[in-house]
């Protein structure tokens, strides 16, 4: 296949809102060991993007300076093996196979380059869309609320943001390995959204106190919560936690410093943790994508898990898909397209 020497990309023109995203024309970047690249159909929008638009968040050395974090498309052309795909992890493309991928960043572009092992096949029935939106919140959803959150059926999990693509994904996922899912939201249309996707009860935050509503309910506590509020949120979660429960945090967008009540934590046996995603190995992300096609991929492809896409913008409107997201008007993901 005859490669174009050039592209269009989205680049972060300077530090600032979403008007600085810019077109501009780049070279097609070349797959390297272990690397595939990705002629890019679609790719999803997501919060960190904002925050390295803003300059507070800045890509893993090596990775592209443009923002992007997962993308839909076909292979183009295969890099060579390398040490960065273990035998026993990676899968052989080929090109024209259609995959979705999480990147460290490139994204917005109509190619992108991924490691192999971080590279899936698009689950059946799923289009261009819908798989764009599926890396980053099924990855991390996995490995925090499953792999570092230990959520076990017939466990209680609560997940602030609901509406958010974390938050949907969440609902679904613990849902469909037979968790009781409470969720927070902002609005009374993201609330009804958030039961209709599984949570057995849905919390609007602006009207209702969250730990008093899961205080209230059966099971009266949750033994898992994921959070992405952090500062005013803690010690109502330490509060609702569960003997033995799990705290897992992924953003603290309400602030980074908390007040912890030790005492209360060691009678609990609370387990407080985090993580984030983007700075790991292409060998540590391999193994969650390696989970996901085992547990994940077959719901996805019979539709009890699904991509939950609330709008799509072409590449070039780029500003405006952030300046969406900035308004937390959206329920699910939001997605830029190339044609």
Known sequence: MTLPDTMTAIEISTPGGPEVLKAATRPVPRPGPGEVLIRVRAAGVNRPDMIQRAGHYPPPAGASDLPGLEVA??????????????????????????????????????YATAPAVQTLPIPDGLGWTEAAGVPETFFTVWTNVFQRGGLKPGEAILIHGGSSGIGTTAIQLARAFDAVVFATAGSDDKVKACAELGAVRAINYRTEDFAEVVKAAPPKGVDVILDMVGGPYFAKNLDILNTDGRIVHIAALKGNKVELDIGKMMRKRAIITGTTLRPRSPVEKGRIAAELKAKVWPLLASGKVRSVVYKTFPLAEASKAHALMESSEHIGKIVLVTG
């Open 73 to 110: 498309g076909e292979v183009v052309a295969v890099g060579p093996k390398g040490p960065a795909v273990p035998e026993s992890m990676g899968w052989d493309y080929k090109v024209g196979d259609k995959v979705c991928a999480l990147l460290a960043g490139g994204g917005y572009a109509e």
